[in-house]
C-alpha cells in the first residue's frame, strides 16, 4: 500500500532525526577515542538506546506503508489488524527499551562524574527505580490481551484490558523519573569549584532533559483524545511522532555531556587561532617601530609607559621601556624614595647583549 500525506510527513520527521542522532552517537564514540578512555556502562546503555530508537523507526515506517496516519474505514482488515499487532508488540517495545535505556545511560553518567556518596546513592535508587518501570511495563505490554494475538486476531475467550490506566501510569511514571533525574545534579553541580558560567552552561545542557517532559505531557494530551476515539489508524500518526520525539531527545541529551574532549582539542584551538590572528590585525610591521600604550585607567596596579625609540642608522637602534607597580609615580628621573620598584632594560636590535 502506498503511504498517505500523514504518513510522508512522519517518514520526513524520522529520517531527519535519524541521521541528527547518528552524527550526535558518531561524535560520542569519536570523543571517546579521543580521549582514550575505555567503555562505560553509560556508553553501552546510550548505544542500546541508539539500537533501539533506530528499529522503533523501522517499525513505524513499516506502519506507514500499511495505513498508519489514515483513518480506519479507508483500510482493509489485513491492514487494520497488522497495525493493530504493531502497536501493541514491537513499537511498545523499542519505545520502552529505547527510553528506559537513555534514562539508564544518563544516571550511570552520574555516577561516574559526581563522586559524593551521598548522590551516588541517590542516582543508584533511580537507577532501581527505572529497572522496575521496565520490568513492571515489559509484563503489562506483553498481557494487554489473553492471548496477546487476542487484539488483531480475536478468538472465543479472549480479551484485552482497557489501555486507559496503562497509557497514564505510564506517562505519570516517565515523568516523575525525568523530572528526577534532572533535578538530582542540580545541587552537587553547583557545590562544585568552577567559574559560574560553566555551572550555567552545564545547567542548561542538563536542561535541555526537561524538553522530553514537555514532550510526555503532549503525549497525555494526545493519548487523551486518541483514546476516546476508535480510528486509532489515524492517531497512529501523532502518537509515533510523539514517541520517536522521546526517543530522538533521549539519544541527543545522553550524549551532549560526553562530548567535552572533542571541544577540547578542537573547538578551543580553533577559537584561540581565530582570536590571536583577529587581534593581531594581520599588518605589517615596515617601520621596525613598536609602541606600548598606556593603560587607560589609574586605577590600574601596573602601568607602563610610552617606549622611547632613538633615531636609528643604520637599521640599528634602541629600546627604552619602564615599568611601575604605582600609576602615580613620574619618570625615573624625578621620583626616589623607597616603595617605588623601578625597571629598565636597554635591547639592542641587532642581538647584542642587553644591558640592565
Known sequence: MAAGSRGLILQTWIIVFLVVISVFMILRLWAARVSKRQVFADDVFSVIGYLATISS???????????????????????????????QVPSAITWLVGTVSAKLSMLCLYTRIFSTVQFRRWSYALIVVVVGYFVAFLIVF??????????????????????????????????????????????????????????????????????????????????????KDPDFTY???????????????????NCMPTLGPLANVYIKPAIS?????????????TDRQVHLDLLPTAASRRKYYNIDSTNHVNNDFAIQTECTHDPNAGPADERAGLGVIHVRKDIESQGETAGN
Open 57 to 87: 523507526a523501522s517499525v513505524t515506517i513499516w506502519a506507514i506503508y500499511h495505513g498508519a496516519g489514515e483513518h480506519m474505514g479507508d483500510l482493509p482488515r489485513e491492514d487494520i489488524a497488522l497495525l493493530s499487532m504493531i502497536f
Open 142 to 227: 506483553m498481557t494487554n490481551c489473553i492471548p496477546l494475538s487476542n487484539l488483531w486476531s480475536p478468538v472465543p475467550g479472549g480479551w484485552c484490558r482497557e489501555l486507559t490506566t496503562e497509557e497514564y501510569t505510564s506517562v505519570a511514571f516517565n515523568l516523575i523519573i525525568d523530572l528526577g533525574i534532572w533535578v538530582l545534579p542540580m545541587p552537587a553541580l553547583w557545590n562544585l569549584q568552577m567559574p559560574v558560567r560553566k555551572k550555567v552552561f552545564i545547567t542548561i545542557m542538563f536542561s535541555l532533559g526537561l524538553m522530553t517532559i514537555g514532550v510526555m505531557c503532549w503525549r497525555l494530551q494526545a493519548t487523551t483524545v486518541s483514546l
Open 235 to 253: 492517531h497512529f500518526y501523532e502518537i509515533a511522532l510523539i514517541s520517536g520525539l522521546e526517543l530522538w531527545l533521549g539519544v541527543i541529551v
Open 273 to 285: 587561532k581565530l582570536k590571536s590572528l583577529t587581534s593581531s590585525g594581520g599588518g605589517s610591521h
